[in-house]
């Protein structure tokens, strides 16, 4: 077995071998182990992987449902890349929902989920720094999870859910490049939103998401729009 495969092997005893091996290629892809636009061959992931031809082509069907990897005609499986336009509807949809969970979280989160909020901020400033950015990803969508738990809005927090991996793929992509003074000021703009929350400030923390969306916005474009030049002039 090559090299680095072994990183991928799946624990063949685990009850749903299809979710654990759909988890273990969508980690994956996250973490940029496969690159946007890879072919995908399923012989290959196979091998990767140690399961079966069925449970890789069922986990590449969630992926593709995910928006994660895409079938093209005549051409075979890819690794999904988001577009600039595409990633601005992405914000668009988070910043009509995401002041309206802040609005909720306000109303219906209890003592205990403010503390949630609180070390899940503290959690974000202890992996800043953090090289490859999965850690510090992976305690982005934490602060947000807990806001989207003390919501208490499921049908809502499954239109985010849906989208959640192209998030994930998001912030990924842009902390990668992120400097340290940027990913600062972005720590110090969500403990705005925890101390609004903590005030119980229902507008203060809405209008603070809305602008922690659209400024996200901006930066995610302005990486992909300079990643789409420079695939164009290779």
């Given at each position: 077995?090559?090299?680095?495969?072994?990183?991928?092997?799946?624990?063949?005893?685990?009850?749903?071998l299809r979710e654990l091996t759909t988890r273990t290629l969508r980690d994956a892809?996250?973490?940029?182990?496969?690159?946007?636009?890879?072919?995908?061959v399923e012989r290959k992931l196979c091998e990767e992987?140690?399961?079966?031809?069925?449970?890789?082509?069922?986990?590449?069907?969630?992926?593709?449902?995910?928006?994660l990897v895409?079938?093209?005609?005549?051409?075979?499986?890819?690794?999904?890349?988001?577009?600039?336009?595409?990633?601005?509807?992405?914000?668009e949809v988070r910043a009509a929902l995401e002041?309206?969970?802040?609005?909720?979280?306000?109303?219906?989160?209890?003592a205990k989920e403010i503390e949630a909020l609180?070390?899940?901020?503290?959690?974000?400033?202890?992996?800043?720094?953090?090289?490859?950015?999965?850690?510090?990803?992976?305690?982005?969508?934490?602060f947000y999870d807990v806001i989207l738990r003390g919501a208490r809005n499921e049908v809502a927090r499954a239109v985010l859910r849906s989208l959640s991996a192209r998030m994930r793929y998001l912030r990924t992509l842009t902390a990668d490049v992120a400097e340290i003074g940027r990913k600062q000021e972005s720590l110090a703009l969500m403990r705005q939103i925890l101390d609004a929350a903590a005030d119980r400030d229902a507008d203060t923390m809405a209008d603070r998401c809305r602008s922690f969306?659209?400024?996200s916005a901006k930066f995610a474009?302005?990486?992909?729009?300079?990643?789409?030049?420079?695939?164009?002039?290779e």
């Amino acid at each position: 077995m090559a090299a680095g495969m072994s990183a991928l092997r799946v624990v063949k005893d685990a009850p749903n071998l299809r979710e654990l091996t759909t988890r273990t290629l969508r980690d994956a892809i996250l973490k940029m182990h496969f690159k946007p636009r890879q072919r995908l061959v399923e012989r290959k992931l196979c091998e990767e992987t140690g399961v079966s031809r069925t449970c890789v082509r069922e986990a590449i069907r969630s992926l593709e449902a995910e928006g994660l990897v895409e079938r093209i005609p005549n051409r075979g499986i890819f690794v999904a890349s988001v577009s600039a336009d595409e990633a601005r509807q992405i914000y668009e949809v988070r910043a009509a929902l995401e002041p309206a969970f802040a609005r909720l979280f306000v109303e219906r989160a209890s003592a205990k989920e403010i503390e949630a909020l609180r070390a899940a901020h503290a959690h974000i400033a202890k992996v800043i720094t953090k090289k490859p950015v999965i850690p510090y990803v992976e305690a982005l969508d934490e602060f947000y999870d807990v806001i989207l738990r003390g919501a208490r809005n499921e049908v809502a927090r499954a239109v985010l859910r849906s989208l959640s991996a192209r998030m994930r793929y998001l912030r990924t992509l842009t902390a990668d490049v992120a400097e340290i003074g940027r990913k600062q000021e972005s720590l110090a703009l969500m403990r705005q939103i925890l101390d609004a929350a903590a005030d119980r400030d229902a507008d203060t923390m809405a209008d603070r998401c809305r602008s922690f969306v659209e400024r996200s916005a901006k930066f995610a474009v302005s990486v992909l729009n300079k990643h789409d030049a420079r695939d164009a002039a290779e």
